[in-house]
């Protein structure tokens, strides 16, 4: 019963962390994809001429930062909205018109362009005649960064709390492990055990609590990531398709598993130094 | 062998449980320590196995100040001691052999030596047949033969006694100070608390009176 407990702890404690990990990855990725594609849009008023349009793309191509550009028309537009996301074509069948702008599709040279590089350029840009808004996806990249880093350092500090708490846990539970049987440790140590010998059952106790705890956190964390797009993948709707539920980095899992280990020998060499004398 | 030099005990204040005990006990020596209750014998015993510290005096046992051994260190003094102790001391989960083979365990003995020597010291005290049962099944004189066959079952150097055949019948006493007597023949120094005089009178050799913590008078035989 003891020990159930403090699996239990150390399983909840590291399910914590693992969650807001899983979170920080997934955010991550997003990023990652999204940088993957980065590029600036410039949507044109639908009455732009055609000496605007050419100045804006001779602009463009001017610029050092710029690595090509393609003009889409508002027919393209909806052609590609068509193919994406086919399951919502009836909404464009039904407005009748072309709710698309054309636009000016900017890949840039550098992947990791900022939007402090691109500023000028774009700011130029988008005070063309012709030029209405402008859509460069870096800020996104940055925002969900930051979301990451946010749920990171979340998990972390909730995580740190835990693992505090797991270890005081995992200590007493020892210490009274310790208790039940320091008639068998005194015997021992009166006829002629060390100290090591005493210690090691318990250290194994601790460090076994410790891993099964972490091994099931990481096997409620898989159940938990694979049953998100079972029960809200209706309600997701197209954000289904574009995020894509990752489990943990093999090396997160093992370092999880490891702390479990750690935590679980620490808590039970702190508990067996006061039974250990004379 | 056994060496104490002004050997006092106070567990409170203004009463002395030992008051300057000196004596020395020679390696192969046959000694009891006799008294009333109360007198001090669980105490000097306990000194000597170092579970407790005395208030003032010093100790050598094997040319070694035992009160200078670190609690880290202390079991190499233990390794050479075997303890009968007055409450037997049994680990109660487990089996009568395990509790006997405990003592070889802790020295690393491989199993196959451990079974062997287990077997021939619950043997002596005619209790192999009993060895896979668990000490709450026996009676108290069982319990107390298998806290002896744990204390010989390492042919210690030292053994220390406390009351060793308090519940047995006279027979079986007698059995088992033969035993006693056996291993000290072997080359062992043995130290018995007891306050049976019949024993004393068939099988002391040096003999410690002891009464309210004083060592009345030594006697050797």
Redesign the interface.
């Known amino acids: 019963m003891r020990n159930f407990f403090s699996i239990t702890i150390i399983c909840l404690t590291f399910l914590t962390v693992g969650v807001f990990l899983a979170l920080a990855n997934n955010l991550e990725h997003v990023a990652e994809q999204i940088s993957n594609n980065m590029a600036a849009v410039f949507f044109l008023d639908k009455d732009t001429s055609e000496e605007q349009l050419k100045a804006v793309e001779e602009e463009l191509e001017r610029s050092p930062l710029v690595l090509e550009t393609t003009f889409v028309s508002a027919e393209q537009a909806v052609d590609k909205f068509r193919e994406k996301f086919p399951e919502l074509q009836a909404i464009i069948e039904n407005i009748k018109i072309n709710p698309f702008p054309p636009s000016i599709e900017t890949t840039f040279k550098e992947k990791s362009i900022t939007f402090r590089e691109a500023s000028g350029l774009i700011t130029r840009i988008k005070n063309m005649p012709g030029v209405e808004d402008v859509q460069f996806n870096q800020e996104w990249v940055d925002r969900v960064n930051s979301f990451s880093r946010l749920a990171k350092a979340v998990g972390f500090f909730l995580g740190g709390i835990l693992v505090l708490a797991s270890f005081f846990i995992i200590s007493n539970v020892i210490k009274l492990n310790v208790f039940a049987r320091k008639d068998e440790i005194e015997i021992l140590r009166l006829v002629g055990a060390t100290n090591t010998f005493i210690r090691v059952p318990f250290l194994l106790e601790g460090i076994t609590l410790g891993v099964i705890g972490g091994l099931v956190s990481l096997f409620l964390l898989f159940l938990l990531i694979n049953s998100i797009p079972i029960y809200l993948g209706s309600r997701l709707g197209v954000l289904n398709e574009l995020i894509n539920f990752r489990y943990l980095s093999f090396s997160q899992s093992i370092t999880i598993v490891a702390e479990g280990g750690i935590i679980g020998f620490l808590g039970s060499l702190t508990s067996l130094t006061r039974f250990l004398k004379t | 062998m056994i060496e104490l030099y002004h050997i006092w005990k106070q567990y409170q204040k203004a009463q002395w449980a030992l008051s300057d005990i000196t004596f020395r006990v020679d390696k192969g020596d046959f000694c009891f320590i006799t008294g009333p209750s109360g007198s001090g014998k669980t105490t000097l015993l306990k000194i000597l ?4 510290f005395p208030t003032e005096g010093q100790i050598v046992i094997d040319n070694r100040n035992i009160l200078k051994i670190s ?2 260190k ?3 003094l ?2 050479h ?1 075997g ?1 009968v ?1 007055q409450d037997f ?3 109660f989960h ?1 089996k009568v052999f395990e509790n006997v083979a ?2 070889l365990q ?2 690393g003995v491989p199993r196959k030596e451990i079974r062997r020597r287990v077997f021939n010291s619950l043997r002596m005290v005619n209790l192999h047949n009993k060895m896979w049962e668990y000490p709450a099944h026996l009676s108290y004189g069982e319990q107390q033969r298998v806290a002896i066959a ?1 204390a010989v079952v390492n042919s210690p150097k030292i053994i220390l006694a406390d009351e060793p055949t308090g519940n047995l019948d006279t027979e079986l006493a007698f059995e088992i100070m033969s035993l006693f007597k056996d291993i000290n023949k072997k080359g062992a120094t043995v130290l018995i608390c007891t306050h049976d005089r019949e024993l004393i009178r068939n099988f002391g050799q040096k003999i410690l009176f002891l009464y309210k913590g004083k060592l009345l008078r030594k006697e050797t035989l």
């Open positions: 196995y170092r579970q407790i609690d880290q202390i079991y190499q233990r390794r001691m303890i102790f001391r049994l680990v487990k405990i003592v802790v020295l744990r």
